[in-house]
């Protein structure tokens, strides 16, 4: 296969694929100035883009084509019941500023939801304004700040976050304005408790904790966490990346978070990394609720009605008018056709399946596992430092798996486990699936001692052979103008 | 592969390296840095005249992997920068102990004290191995 032409070779002049009907109103001549000779646009037929687009989707890797176990964003299968409900008319065709009366259904689905996943991690109020997790942490991470201003804690500048933290935990920390100090893990890849002690001063303004972690396991010491941070004054942000693990299980705000983001993306099903948006409603404490970011959905009892409500001392909007409303339909319907017994057992076979991975490949013995002395969670972290094959990377490795037709896991993260390999099977997968990806990673292994350089020249049956990414990084070109032979015969 | 450790520098936890040259401190990082980050993509450099205090953070080095902060084992003001490295920050891969990246004028020499010999930083990284 090779790689196909861009849209604007195909063009030609002249060709077209629309025919637009007469105007059924006056027309309106834009103004002089605004017109423009040239408009570089392709010219095609219909079935040539039709064909063009069709091709490259075909190129392209999705959890739809195989097993797509990239570690921390659970791509798990997509339900195609959500994208059904998500194109109902009234909810398709509606407009964020009709009256309310007028999308009183939608409204209701919000406030359900709402409710639902507040239930769900155990918080008290929940917005659905943020547009995806990182966005739910600076939005976290303000109304921590601004519920301590409220108490005239003006002094509180410094977010602590653990080293295994995913990397937009302290880039929203930095973005809110205040600093991260980064807290290390223990020997088993806790918090390190003696070192959380010593970074508490009354300049915290808390903490940002991931359970379970980036390493796949759950934070045995997190309630004293929570009361070692309560105690200096400072609050307990929660990354819910990773609530796919414990959903039905433990519920975060039981265990003393204070504020928590949602994935909507991940834990309940809707398509992300590249096939749409996603979404990171904040759940709250009743404490912390007045400052959440509005509108909300509020319930008026007297008129039976929904209503928008912004919370009294709300940090403001974060994103206009109600967040990612196609997102939330499809959650919506996915935590509705589990209900509280099929959610839990989401969870405990998304951590079964990651055990299983994970204790088959301890008893493999090429990929050392770190942490393997642990049961993990919903996903396992595993190095690419296969003994013989010194000079092959987790890089090769993973570059390798796409010839034998696997997503590669999420590859050097967390940053401290060298060579990281991190492995998330999500619970849609079944064991033929997981037992098919093992055996590739372990024919891979032997490759790696017999011929690395089959692996340091992987892809071989890709689209695309071997990116440079050091070249895309330097130089990289980010907008590709038509070609000088389309040009040259418009 | 093995790693490259200078008897001539003294080495920072924080993986960066020094060398006292005339009446400056040059600083550069680590043969181990620049292999655990692989290809290195961008530097920000530190801003000239800037006075810094042993610890701060001066600088970004930035991988396909990951960017790291980059910190000054030593205090005083910033003099001179490595102006290569906007074009070719590869030059911290090739040579991690010729491609200096900033030097600066110490406030006080006896801080190297606290840096790691070759020797001590060579058993430290030994230590970090998961
Ligand atoms: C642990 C963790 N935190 C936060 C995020 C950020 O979420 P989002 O990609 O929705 O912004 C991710 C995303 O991969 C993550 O894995």
């Known amino acids: 296969m090779k790689f196909d032409d861009y849209i604007y070779d195909l063009s030609s002049p002249g060709r077209t694929g629309v025919d637009l009907p007469e105007p059924d109103v006056p027309p309106t001549p834009i103004p002089e100035e605004f017109l423009r000779e040239d408009l570089p646009l392709p010219e095609l037929s219909l079935p040539q883009v039709t064909r063009h687009y069709l091709r490259l989707s075909q190129k392209n890797y999705a959890v739809d084509k195989g097993f797509y176990p990239l570690g921390s964003c659970t791509m798990k299968y997509n339900p195609k019941v959500n994208e059904w409900a998500v194109r109902l008319p009234g909810f398709a065709n509606i407009h964020p500023l009709q009256h309310p009366h007028t999308v009183q259904g939608a409204m209701g689905l919000m406030y359900e939801l709402q409710e639902m996943i507040g239930e769900i991690a155990g918080f008290d109020a929940v917005s659905l304004q943020p547009a995806a997790g990182a966005h739910g942490e600076l939005t976290g991470v303000l109304i921590m700040r601004a519920a301590q201003l409220a108490r005239g804690e003006t002094q509180r500048h410094k977010v602590l976050v653990p080293d295994s933290a995913h990397g937009t935990n302290p880039a929203s920390t930095s973005m809110a304005g205040f600093t991260a100090v980064e807290i290390p893990s223990d020997k088993d890849g806790n918090v390190h408790i003696e070192a959380l002690k010593a970074a508490l001063d009354d300049e915290v303004i808390g903490i940002m904790i991931t359970n379970p972690n980036t390493l796949g396991l759950f934070e045995s010491n997190i309630v004293e966490v929570c009361e070692l941070v309560h105690e200096a004054g400072g609050l307990v942000y929660g990354d819910g990346a990773n609530l796919n693990a414990i959903v039905g299980i433990v519920r975060p705000g039981d265990l003393g978070i204070d504020v928590m983001h949602f994935n909507l993306h991940k834990t309940f099903s809707t398509p992300h990394g590249g096939g749409g948006p996603g979404s990171g409603p904040v759940g709250v404490t009743a404490e912390l609720a007045p400052f959440l970011p509005g509108p909300i959905v509020a319930l008026n009892e007297a008129e039976d009605a929904y209503i928008w409500h912004y919370p009294e001392k709300s940090i403001g909007r974060i994103k206009s008018f109600y967040g990612n409303f196609g997102v939330m339909v499809r959650a919506y319907a996915y935590i509705k056709m589990h209900g509280a017994e099929g959610l839990r057992r989401v969870s405990e076979t998304a951590v079964l399946n990651a055990n299983y991975l994970q204790a088959r490949l301890l008893q493999m013995g090429d990929y050392p596992v770190p942490y393997g002395h642990r049961f993990c969670k919903h996903e396992t972290v595993a190095q690419g430092k296969i003994a013989g094959a010194e000079d092959v990377r987790t890089l090769d490795i993973a570059k390798r798996l796409i010839d034998y037709d696997f997503h590669p896991p999420t590859i050097y993260f967390p940053l401290i486990v060298h060579e990281a390999l991190m492995i998330e099977p999500t619970e849609t997968e079944d064991k033929e699936t997981i037992d098919a990806f093992l055996d590739a990673l372990d024919k891979i292994a032997d490759e790696a001692r017999e011929n690395p350089d089959l692996l340091h020249e992987a892809p071989h049956h890709a689209p695309v052979r071997r990116l440079d990414e050091v070249r895309a990084a330097r130089h990289p070109i980010l907008i590709r103008l038509p070609s000088a032979k389309a040009a040259s015969e418009r | ?130």
């Open chain 2, 1 to 130: 592969m093995t790693l490259k450790y200078d008897p001539n520098v003294k080495y920072a936890k924080t993986d960066e390296w020094a060398r006292v040259e005339g009446d400056l401190v040059v600083v550069g990082i680590s043969d181990y840095a620049q292999d655990q980050l692989s290809d290195i993509v961008y530097v920000e450099l530190p801003e000239v005249g800037a006075q810094v205090s042993a610890g701060d953070v001066v600088g970004t080095v930035e991988s396909v992997k990951a960017a790291a902060d980059l910190m000054t084992p030593v205090s005083g003001e910033i003099v001179e920068v490595n102006e290569a490295l906007d074009d070719s920050p590869e030059l911290l891969n090739e040579d991690p102990y010729g491609a200096w990246i900033f030097k600066v004028k110490p406030s006080d020499l006896a801080e190297l004290d606290d840096l790691m010999t070759a020797a001590e930083y060579e058993a430290y990284n030994a230590t970090r191995e998961h």
